[in-house]
């Protein structure tokens, strides 16, 4: 009898390999975009505005033309004439590539120039000199909405206001009647402040153009090369098949490097004028002030409340800062992103929603930074909104909830604003979590502690949120429809090579798109290599970004092992020389029914496709699967902090945090858990130091790493991970999202225990970051502070 | 640099300066002409090819630019070239041999310390300077020695188990 294979042995699914892609990460020999080096390739530097908003009188570029080895010096006038002055947006908006008429953000582009090494152009763009009109500046939507506010896109015609859009979603009816019919309105106005994904790795580009070929090859930090052929070939108007969009190694990239930037373009125009490859690479300042952001959205709040605790209503207002340009690259036809994901995991009669969209003077974006088109903020206004009304109503936050949950027997469950949710367990993820934690154990701390002055506190986030566009029917960039896809050749030998059109940027691809196809098939992980970002090579695909990859192709790498499956079944029966319904499938092996002992391996099927095929067959063990998910996956988790404050500073610390994830079945636990660890950091971060905030004037303040504060190992909690499972009903393999849950859930954990440490000070909310002075001046300013 | 040919400007820029420093890299005497104000981790990455010092803050505040001057852990974004002639470089290409791993290098791997893998080179260094004068550190000591370096993808939980499990194959190896 033949050994049947052990699936972690060969590195298939739940086996925590390690990652292949590590062998050349840690030996210095990853491939960045700034690593490559071609042959006569320039240098291009980006001269940016120090000016919010203001008018461009002149630009006088006669002393940088005239410093040696200077190339080319470009401005929005030159670009104007080949009508690449503003381009299109992902949101049906246009952006300036190099300012004509004024500048409408500190950092926007104003000029460029190409130079034989990066030291001589940054000294270039030291010497043009722009004559600037100052004008008012708006730094967030309440100056853009004021009577008399400067009008900032008044390149648009029809557009006589700051408003980007007016949107509404759910029931407004309806849930006016469920508040009239409300023991208790519970209240909260928050602000979910700016934050920068800031990959550690800034964005860059080479533009290399071949008159000789008529090709052009760009290689460029994108999460979502194809997409970026797609806009490419749209807006430059060179012909698809004449543009290889090439996204080797990324630093990192958390949302931020799936737009297109005004870098990549112009150096794109830059390298087909001079006919020579052009690379830019943006430093951190300019990564900081000119690039996709996250969140800055103010909302108000409101939750109609029967006196036993019951939600019977919602109602949401957001007012979203979206900067100068609507440039959000976000696929949903829902113009505030998927904000109206909020509430899912409860059973909540109805509710509605109204957003609202800003123009201000500041960097477009908003939709970036492990979020899935503002699900982050979704779920921790629903989180603070919930700790809130519990407050109101003197219940226990846990039992609140408990009380409030989409029961585990009413599933699908579609939710007021119209999600369909497939899955959950939220009330066992919470027990989960609550025993992790010495719930009942630390509330009675807490009481002690408070005799003694000092202030403990615990704060429970729970969400379920909608990871890994699309479908097809809801989600769409340019028309381009949200799937993703995999193409798998096996080689004679029982080797292969996988590609798909996802781009990893640290999430570990290479590992983990051959386990799946281990899982399928039986081939050992080790004989699959994985490639990506190669639009030359790789299959059409939408890249990666909102948590996309493994809900999306990867569903794609499971359909087209099957593909491959079902062709080595054929081949299998010839070699057994038996009828096709005859053979069985075990990992690794097809065998006869009726004598288990006679079979053939995948590879042996592998070496038929090439050298004993049946007749009639086609030759070759290739395919590829193109994924149109029936909907999005819904991963769930609970997040726990303990916190002491301290009442003298405002410091506080994290005691504990207990996450608890389920994301479905786990391809390589290790790298789930990394991902966890990760995004537990970044909500520490956001709820703690980091933020994106501006003067009156305009001018960024978070410019720098000084600045913009990032947690270090110093300041980083500790965490303790716990898991559920419930697999996805309708992915092949039943795994789920989870690059973004810990962003999108622990926020709200850190800021709900600080709240709930000084709540009975009197304290209702304080804004993120919680500062130390933010903390120490609610606590002075407090009823009873 | 050496070469059979080397293509010279038709248009030479007027009274820069050139220096020229020698320095010993990853154990290799190398030479170079520079402008003064050239930053040590450009001449390491553009100049000599060294392609693992990456440069992500240009503030001293990533430490993904870190590499071993003299042996100790410096930022070679904030250094210039001419501030290293004479002295000893150590970058991420100078810990492995041909055939193996530093014991800092399998640990990262072995704990899951690196996702995008572009802080890890100046995590590594940071990491040797530390081992070399604690054999045996504590996690906070670690977390402290390892606070001037930022990793966006990991949470640093990893890190930390790399470096420590580092550690102790390094003394269980008897090479601390």
């Known amino acids: ?785 | 640099m050496t070469s059979l040919y080397e293509e010279i400007s038709p248009d030479p820029p007027d009274n820069v300066p050139v220096r020229r420093v020698t320095m010993t890299v990853n154990g290799e005497k190398r030479a170079a002409d520079v402008e003064p104000r050239l930053l040590l981790a450009h001449l390491l990455r553009y100049g000599f090819m060294l392609t693992g010092t990456h440069t992500g803050c240009d503030t001293s505040n990533c430490g993904a630019c870190t590499v071993l001057f003299d042996g100790k852990a410096i930022k070679s974004c904030t250094m210039l070239a001419v501030q290293a002639d004479g002295h000893d470089v150590e970058t991420v290409e100078g810990l492995a041999t041909a055939s193996e791993l530093h014991p800092i290098q399998e640990g990262f791997k072995h704990e899951h310390g690196l996702q995008c893998g572009f802080c890890t080179p100046g995590m590594m260094l940071a990491a040797k300077a530390l081992l070399d004068e604690n054999d045996d550190p504590t996690e906070d000591e670690v977390r402290w020695a390892m606070s001037g370096n930022l990793c966006r993808c990991t949470g640093y939980q990893n890190i930390v188990k790399s470096v420590l499990w580092a550690a102790e194959k390094l003394r269980a190896e008897g090479r601390s």
Request: proline content about 6%; some cysteine; charged content about 25%.
């Open chain 1, 1 to 785: 009898m033949t050994q049947a294979l052990d699936e972690i042995k060969i590195g298939g699914l739940g086996a925590s390999r390690k990652r292949v892609e590590d062998n050349r990460f840690v030996r210095g020999k990853g491939n960045y975009v700034d690593d490559i080096v071609l042959p006569g390739m320039l240098h291009m530097e980006i001269l940016r505005s120090p000016m919010a908003h203001a008018r461009i009188r002149s630009i006088d570029t006669s002393k940088a033309w005239a410093i040696p080895g200077v190339r080319l010096v470009l401005t929005g006038e030159m670009m104007a004439t080949r009508n690449l002055a503003w381009m299109p947006t992902l949101s049906y908006d246009t952006q300036a590539v190099l300012a004509t008429d004024k500048v409408r953000f500190q950092g926007q582009e104003v000029a460029c120039v190409v130079a034989d090494d990066p030291y001589i152009a940054k000294d270039a763009c030291e010497a043009i000199v722009v004559d600037y009109e100052p004008l008012p500046v708006i730094v967030n939507p309440r100056q853009a909405m004021a009577e008399g506010a400067p009008l900032i896109r008044d390149d648009k015609e029809n557009q006589h206001d700051n408003v980007v859009y007016d949107w509404e979603v759910g029931d407004r009816a309806g849930t006016d009647r469920a508040f009239e019919q409300a023991d208790l309105v519970s209240k909260l106005e928050l602000h979910y402040p700016r934050s920068h994904p800031s990959p550690l790795e800034c964005c860059g580009s080479i533009a290399d153009y071949d008159r000789s070929t008529s090709k052009l090859t760009v290689y460029m930090t994108t999460q979502a090369p194809h997409i970026v052929r797609a806009a490419v070939a749209l807006v430059a108007e060179l012909p698809e098949h004449m543009i290889r969009i090439i996204s080797p190694d990324l630093g990192g990239g958390f949302g931020n490097k799936v737009p297109v930037y005004p870098g990549y373009v112009i150096s794109i125009l830059a390298s087909i004028l001079l006919e020579q490859p052009v690379k830019w690479i943006e430093d951190k300042t300019g990564n900081l002030i000119s690039t996709g952001f996250g969140r800055d959205v103010y909302l108000r709040g409101e939750l109609a409340l029967r006196k036993d605790g019951k939600i019977l209503g919602v109602r949401m207002h957001t007012d979203a800062d979206h900067g100068a340009f609507f440039s959000d690259a976000q696929p949903s036809k829902f113009k505030i992103g998927l904000m109206h994901s909020a509430f899912a995991c409860y059973d909540v009669p109805t509710a509605h929603l109204t957003a609202r969209g800003m123009y201000t003077n500041k960097a477009p974006g908003g939709v970036a930074y492990r979020c899935s088109f503002r699900v982050t903020e979704a779920m921790f206004f629903q989180e603070r909104m919930v700790q809130a009304a519990a407050d109101d109503l003197g219940m226990d936050q846990a039992e609140f909830r408990r009380l409030n949950f989409v029961r585990d027997d009413d599933f699908p469950h579609r939710t007021p604003f119209g999600f369909l949710t497939d899955s959950g367990q939220y009330g066992k993820c919470l027990d989960v979590g609550l025993e992790a934690v010495g719930y009942q154990d630390f509330l009675r701390q807490k009481e002690e502690a408070k005799k003694e002055g000092r202030l403990l506190g615990i704060g429970i986030s729970v969400m379920t949120e909608p990871l890994g566009a699309g479908n097809s029917r809801e989600y769409d960039i340019l028309g381009i429809k949200m799937f993703d896809s995999a193409e798998l050749r096996v080689h004679m030998t029982g080797k292969a090579i996988l590609r798909t059109g996802a781009k990893s940027q640290g999430q570990g691809h290479e590992t983990t798109w051959a386990q799946i196809v281990s899982h399928e098939l039986g081939i050992p992980a080790e004989d699959i290599v994985v490639e990506e970002g190669d639009t030359d090579t790789a299959p059409f695909g939408m890249g990666t970004y909102a948590s996309r990859s493994t809900p999306v192709a990867g569903a794609a790498v499971a359909m087209v092992s099957r593909k491959i499956r079902a062709k080595a079944r054929k081949l299998a029966a010839h070699l057994l020389e038996v009828s096709e319904e005859d053979v069985e499938w075990e990992l690794g092996r097809f065998y006869l029914r009726s004598a288990p002992d006679r079979g053939v391996t995948i590879q042996e099927c592998a070496m038929a496709a090439y050298s004993n095929m049946p007749d009639g067959m086609e030759p070759g063990l290739e395919n590829v699967s193109y994924y149109d998910p029936p909907n999005l996956t819904w991963p769930f988790g609970c997040y726990i902090a303990t916190v002491e404050v301290d009442p003298e500073t405002g410091v506080w610390d994290v005691l504990n945090m207990v996450a608890v994830d389920d994301c479905g079945v786990r391809i390589n636990p290790m790298i789930v858990e990394g991902q966890i660890h990760g995004g537990l950091t970044e909500g520490f971060a956001k709820s703690s130091m980091q933020w994106i905030t501006f003067d009156e004037e305009g001018n960024c303040i978070g410019s720098n790493f000084m600045d913009y504060l990032i947690p270090t190992a110093w300041e980083t909690p500790r965490f303790e991970l716990l898991e559920t499972c419930v697999p996805s009903p309708h992915h092949p393999i039943g795994a789920k999202g989870v690059g973004e849950s810990a962003t999108v859930g622990s926020p709200a954990a850190y800021v709900n225990a600080v709240i709930d440490a000084v709540a009975h000070l009197g304290v209702r909310n304080i804004d993120m970051p919680l500062l130390p002075d933010r903390v120490w001046s609610a606590i002075q300013s407090a009823p009873s502070g």
